[in-house]
Structures are given as structure tokens and as C-alpha cells.
């Protein structure tokens, strides 16, 4: 594997990240790392990341000096949207690192649209079909396919309310588009392992001076009962034989629009709690009978092991217009039926309050709600994939694509919502 290096800061620029988090990413300089660099090179095939990203293109790794000195630091792991890089979320990876966590931006299989290219089509299937195929796509891309060998199965299996497998679902469309059926190499979490992985042998070992080698290897913990291996069994050997599952309670975990819904469903999913999950104009998964629709089953479903109460939502106000179809209009349903679907009691944030106005985002709405709507700025003739990106991409939070004035000043609610590292 070729070493890569990346660039971390003194705590000068986290000072700097607080005091001026507009236009202070020049002090926090991340790096591009190809997945393909990750699994080791030589990987058996549950292991393998294929070279073809399509859209998701190379992970975008951030750091800041400060947060490799922290007793339990604190990973942020993004997920972007549908045919998506992860480049393309730079700002908020960057304000995280300015803040004091790590933060990566994560390429995973995310070609295609969900309700446009599988059986989850509300036009073309049946609400039983629509909602397993929900399911079953999200729960391929995140953990990935479970295959027969021989009568056995191969792959994640039962982990994380498995065994997954969207390969019934598949359109044509979907199949030109790439995006399944994911391996359990090319999964979100096989992903993430490799990046970590890569990281604690190849990434940023050295501040001001002091080694501090183990510093990624706070975020996997040696599990047999896992299916998925890292490939470094020390820095010597790269032999698949480690089998790990990646330390849930360090991890905010982060997405929008479709990797929001993928951040959810893990959280939903998986038998380790996560340290908190911010969502960003998502999910929007629904099943349609008779066009009434009805969120997602794995939505209403009791989260395993994370707390209603560490999920936090921002999307747009604009989510909820008439043109904004597909993109978010059913975000604040969903929002408010997660984890049960018959009480508005619970939902995100675990206390049923309603939405926050939190305005442009340069301040925090008083109260406890942990459901927040950017307001502003209005009018305008935008379309309704802006309203629905301007809460998280890059190119929409800036005037005609310049990273010099922004559009409003998102990075105090996202701060709010990310909370201290």
C-alpha cells in the first residue's frame, strides 16, 4: 500500500475553528484517499473494495492536532447524498475538524435514488414490496449482501437484523446504475473498517512532535463475533485475521438526504449504541398504498441499541413545499414516527417536541427540542434540489459557488447539533 500523509494542525487553528468558522478551513487542510488503497491490497473476497466508485469517489479524511491528545476522542463519519462525492461535503467535515473531532467523508455505493430504481417504487410494486425492498436496500448498502455458498450463508448474516439481500428488488434501471447488489466488501461498514484500518497504519501518527501511533485504533474494537475483519493484524502483517466491529459509543454518525437514511437505519440496527446521529433532510422512506403513505417499518421499528434520544434532524423548511416532492417532503413524518409508529411521544430526539426555527442557522432556537428547520434565506426562485441541499452541500451554501460569501452562517446549528468532541 502507498502511505499517505495527512495534514493536521497546531491548536492554534482549533482556537481559530471556534472563534471564525467561516472561511478558517484553510487552517484544517483534509486529504482524498481512494478505497481501493484501503482492504491491504491482497484481500479474500469479503473483504475486497472494488475500484469502481462511480459518484462516491475517494473517502475526505479531516483532523485536528487537539483531538488525538483526548482521553476518548470522538469520530464524525458522514454519508453523502445520491450520487454524491464525498468532496462535495467538505465544508461540514471540515467545521467538525475545526471544532475538534476527527471527520471523514465516506465513499460508499450510493449511485442511485432509491425509490427511483428499486422494487421500493411507490408507482410499480406493492406496499409489502416497496416496504421489504426498503429495507433490504438499506440494510445491503450498510452491512452488506448475505450469499449461499453450498447451502450455507456467506457474509454478514444475522449481524445487525441481518441476513440482507436486495438482489429481488433490483430493477434494470438500478442494475445499470451500479449501486447493487453491494458485497460486504463494498459495504458502508466494510468500508469504514478498511479507512480506520488504513488510517492507524498510514494517517497522522505525529503531533507537534509526540508519536502517538494508536490513536485510530480507539474507534475498532477486536470482536469475533463480527463478520467483518480489518486487515492489519499489526503494522507488520496484513492477514485478514482480526475480527473487529467498530466502537459505536466514539462515533457521531452523520448524513443526508440518502445517507442520512443509511445513517439512521445503522443506528436503528445496530447492537451497539451510537454516541449521537445527525440527520440532515432525511430519511425519506415511505411505502404508498392508494397514494397515502406510510413510513418505512424499519423507521417505526424500536431502535436495538441507540437512544432515541441521541438522534438530532436539520433539514429545510423548504422539504415540506409541494415542489420538493421526492427530495424531503416526508422527512418530518418519518422524524416524527422513529422508533414508534403509533405515539408522537417519542420520534427523534426521544421527547416528541415539535421543530426549532433555527432560522439561517447563526443561532440556536431555545428549548430541547433536537429537531431544528432552516428558515431563511427565502424567496427566490430555487429549485427544489436547493432547498433540499442547502442545509449540508458545499456548492449550495455559497453564492454562485464561491467558498468566499457564504449564503448564511449554518455552521452554529450544525456546531449545536454535533455537540463538544
Same mark, same amino acid.
Given at each position: 500500500?502507498?502511505?499517505?500523509?495527512?495534514?493536521?494542525?497546531?491548536? !492554534?487553528?482549533?482556537?481559530?475553528?471556534? *472563534?471564525?468558522?467561516?472561511?478558517?478551513?484553510? &487552517?484544517?487542510?483534509?486529504?482524498?484517499?481512494?478505497?481501493?488503497?484501503?482492504?491491504?491490497?491482497?484481500?479474500?473476497?469479503?473483504?475486497?473494495?472494488? +475500484?469502481?466508485?462511480? %459518484?462516491?469517489?475517494?473517502?475526505?479524511? %479531516?483532523?485536528?492536532?487537539?483531538?488525538?491528545?483526548?482521553?476518548?476522542?470522538?469520530?464524525?463519519?458522514? !454519508?453523502?447524498?445520491?450520487?454524491?462525492?464525498?468532496?462535495?461535503?467538505?465544508?461540514?467535515?471540515? =467545521?467538525?475538524? %475545526?471544532?475538534?473531532?476527527?471527520?471523514?467523508?465516506?465513499?460508499?455505493?450510493? =449511485?442511485?435514488?432509491?425509490?427511483?430504481?428499486?422494487?421500493?417504487?411507490?408507482?410499480?410494486?406493492?406496499?409489502?414490496?416497496?416496504?421489504?425492498?426498503?429495507?433490504?436496500?438499506?440494510?445491503?448498502?450498510?452491512?452488506?449482501?448475505?450469499? &449461499?455458498?453450498?447451502?450455507?450463508?456467506?457474509?454478514?448474516?444475522?449481524?445487525?437484523?441481518?441476513?440482507?439481500?436486495?438482489?429481488?428488488?433490483?430493477?434494470?434501471?438500478?442494475?445499470?446504475?451500479?449501486?447493487?447488489?453491494?458485497?460486504?466488501?463494498?459495504?458502508? *461498514? %466494510?468500508?469504514?473498517?478498511?479507512?480506520?484500518?488504513?488510517?492507524?497504519?498510514?494517517?497522522?501518527?505525529?503531533?507537534?512532535?509526540?508519536?502517538?501511533?494508536?490513536?485510530?485504533?480507539?474507534?475498532?474494537?477486536?470482536?469475533?463475533?463480527?463478520?467483518? +475483519?480489518?486487515?492489519?493484524?499489526?503494522?507488520?502483517?496484513?492477514?485478514?485475521?482480526?475480527?473487529?466491529?467498530?466502537?459505536?459509543?466514539?462515533?457521531? !454518525?452523520?448524513?443526508?438526504?440518502?445517507?442520512?437514511?443509511?445513517?439512521?437505519?445503522?443506528?436503528?440496527?445496530?447492537?451497539?449504541?451510537?454516541?449521537?446521529?445527525?440527520?440532515?433532510?432525511?430519511?425519506?422512506?415511505?411505502?404508498?398504498?392508494?397514494?397515502?403513505?406510510?413510513?418505512?417499518?424499519?423507521?417505526?421499528? +424500536?431502535?436495538?441499541?441507540?437512544?432515541?434520544?441521541?438522534?438530532?434532524?436539520?433539514?429545510?423548511?423548504?422539504?415540506?413545499?409541494?415542489?420538493?416532492?421526492?427530495?424531503?417532503?416526508?422527512?418530518?413524518?418519518?422524524?416524527?414516527?422513529?422508533?414508534?409508529?403509533?405515539?408522537?411521544?417519542?420520534?427523534?430526539?426521544?421527547?416528541?417536541?415539535?421543530?426549532?426555527?433555527?432560522?439561517?442557522?447563526?443561532?440556536?432556537?431555545?428549548?430541547?427540542?433536537?429537531?431544528?428547520?432552516?428558515?431563511?434565506?427565502?424567496?427566490?426562485?430555487?429549485?427544489?434540489?436547493? =432547498?433540499? =441541499?442547502?442545509?449540508?452541500?458545499?456548492?449550495?451554501?455559497?453564492?454562485?459557488?464561491?467558498?468566499? &460569501?457564504?449564503?448564511?452562517?449554518?455552521?452554529?446549528?450544525?456546531?449545536?447539533?454535533?455537540? &463538544?468532541?
Amino acid at each position: 500500500m502507498n502511505a499517505r500523509k495527512i495534514v493536521v494542525i497546531a491548536a !492554534l487553528s482549533f482556537a481559530a475553528g471556534l *472563534m471564525c468558522p467561516v472561511g478558517a478551513y484553510a &487552517m484544517n487542510q483534509g486529504v482524498n484517499i481512494d478505497p481501493s488503497q484501503t482492504d491491504g491490497g491482497t484481500p479474500p473476497a469479503a473483504n475486497q473494495i472494488t +475500484t469502481n466508485n462511480g %459518484n462516491g469517489g475517494q473517502h475526505y479524511v %479531516n483532523m485536528n492536532a487537539l483531538a488525538t491528545s483526548m482521553a476518548v476522542p470522538t469520530l464524525v463519519v458522514f !454519508l453523502g447524498g445520491s450520487q454524491s462525492a464525498p468532496s462535495a461535503y467538505q465544508h461540514f467535515i471540515d =467545521n467538525a475538524a %475545526n471544532r475538534g473531532f476527527s471527520a471523514l467523508s465516506l465513499a460508499y455505493p450510493n =449511485n442511485a435514488e432509491i425509490a427511483g430504481v428499486y422494487g421500493c417504487n411507490p408507482n410499480s410494486y406493492s406496499a409489502a414490496t416497496q416496504d421489504a425492498c426498503l429495507t433490504q436496500t438499506r440494510g445491503t448498502t450498510a452491512f452488506g449482501q448475505t450469499h &449461499m455458498v453450498s447451502g450455507a450463508p456467506v457474509g454478514p448474516n444475522t449481524y445487525a437484523g441481518g441476513p440482507y439481500d436486495d438482489s429481488g428488488y433490483v430493477t434494470g434501471n438500478q442494475s445499470s446504475g451500479g449501486n447493487s447488489p453491494v458485497s460486504q466488501g463494498d459495504s458502508i *461498514m %466494510n468500508r469504514l473498517i478498511c479507512l480506520i484500518d488504513y488510517l492507524q497504519y498510514n494517517g497522522p501518527t505525529v503531533v507537534d512532535g509526540n508519536v502517538n501511533p494508536n490513536y485510530w485504533s480507539h474507534f475498532l474494537i477486536t470482536d469475533s463475533s463480527s463478520p467483518y +475483519t480489518r486487515p492489519h493484524s499489526d503494522a507488520a502483517h496484513i492477514d485478514y485475521a482480526t475480527h473487529v466491529r467498530v466502537d459505536w459509543s466514539r462515533i457521531v !454518525l452523520a448524513g443526508h438526504s440518502q445517507g442520512a437514511a443509511e445513517a439512521a437505519f445503522m443506528a436503528m440496527r445496530l447492537p451497539n449504541a451510537v454516541k449521537r446521529v445527525f440527520l440532515l433532510s432525511g430519511p425519506q422512506d415511505f411505502y404508498s398504498t392508494n397514494s397515502v403513505r406510510t413510513s418505512a417499518t424499519w423507521i417505526t421499528t +424500536t431502535p436495538v441499541a441507540t437512544s432515541l434520544s441521541a438522534f438530532w434532524g436539520l433539514r429545510n423548511a423548504a422539504e415540506g413545499d409541494a415542489d420538493e416532492g421526492a427530495y424531503g417532503d416526508f422527512v418530518t413524518t418519518n422524524w416524527i414516527y422513529l422508533g414508534s409508529g403509533t405515539s408522537t411521544s417519542y420520534g427523534l430526539g426521544g421527547n416528541g417536541l415539535s421543530e426549532g426555527n433555527a432560522g439561517d442557522g447563526s443561532t440556536v432556537p431555545l428549548g430541547s427540542t433536537q429537531r431544528y428547520k432552516l428558515t431563511a434565506p427565502s424567496g427566490g426562485n430555487h429549485t427544489a434540489l436547493f =432547498n433540499h =441541499n442547502r442545509d449540508a452541500v458545499d456548492s449550495y451554501l455559497y453564492n454562485s459557488g464561491s467558498f468566499l &460569501m457564504p449564503v448564511f452562517p449554518i455552521f452554529m446549528i450544525w456546531n449545536h447539533m454535533l455537540g &463538544m468532541p
